[in-house]
């Protein structure tokens, strides 16, 4: 079993940042996919990156460029750089851990744990 807490959350005006943070407890990551997911309300929960142990990365076109995902493997860290924030940006920000292996890209239905979900909110 893997605990997700996410941390870092807050209000920042638009073209401002925000650094995420996901701290796991229970095992260690390693062979874990990690990633970052966010929702409004009325939408459903939208992926935003994800990062591999090997370090390699995506991230969802809305926030290419502007939102960094990395990690910490020994310290079971998982962070998100979000820069240039807008207002759309604002949603509850979920970490998410995947443990199947063979998945080249995550989807909300894989995520096996879940954090409980941290609020950023952009204002204009």
């Known amino acids: 079993q893997v605990q997700l807490v996410e941390s870092g959350g807050g209000l920042v005006q638009a073209g401002g940042s925000l650094r995420l943070s996901c701290a796991a407890s229970g095992r260690t990551l390693s062979g874990y996919y990690m990633g970052w997911f966010r929702q409004v309300p009325g939408k459903e929960r939208e992926f935003v990156a994800s990062i591999r142990w090997s370090g390699s990365t995506r991230h969802a076109d809305s926030v290419k460029g502007r939102f960094t995902i990395s990690s910490d493997n020994a310290k079971n860290m998982v962070y998100l750089q979000m820069n240039s924030l807008k207002p759309e940006d604002t949603a509850v920000y979920y970490c998410?851990?995947?443990?199947?292996?063979?998945?080249?890209?995550?989807?909300?239905?894989?995520?096996?744990?879940w954090g409980k979900g941290i609020l950023v909110t952009v204002s204009s």
């Open positions: 998410a851990a995947v443990t199947a292996s063979g998945i080249l890209q995550m989807t909300r239905d894989r995520v096996d744990y």
